[in-house]
């Protein structure tokens, strides 16, 4: 059974930095694409951050020259770095794993911004 396993969350005041990471166990594969989603109360999920395997890195408006993603390829690992943060970045942020048509998603780490 493939899962994903966030974790790095928590309260952070802003202009503060946090690092995710998400760890995925139970493939035998690699997946194509991995990436940082968020969602905030009363808002849909929406990308934050995604990485095709080797080479296309994709931000969302918002966080670009904020945040950086990375992968370890061997390993199925993402990681989102995230620096000058705001009280807008506030979510639970949700990591996600795509092989050919497959999706799968961890249970989200809380982020909070606040002073």
């Known amino acids: 059974q493939v899962q994903l396993v966030e974790s790095g969350g928590g309260l952070v005041q802003p202009g503060g930095s946090l690092r995710l990471s998400c760890a995925a166990s139970g493939m035998r594969f690699s997946f194509v694409t991995m990436g940082w989603y968020r969602q905030a109360p009363g808002k849909q999920r929406e990308l934050v951050a995604s990485i095709v395997t080797g080479r296309t890195v994709n931000y969302q408006d918002s966080v670009k020259g904020r945040f950086t993603i990375s992968r370890q390829k061997t390993e199925n690992m993402v990681t989102l770095q995230m620096n000058s943060l705001k009280p807008e970045d506030t979510a639970v942020y949700y990591c996600?794993?795509?092989?050919?048509?497959?999706?799968?998603w961890g249970q989200g780490t809380q982020v909070t911004v606040s002073s």
């Open positions: 996600r794993g795509t092989y050919y048509g497959s999706e799968y």
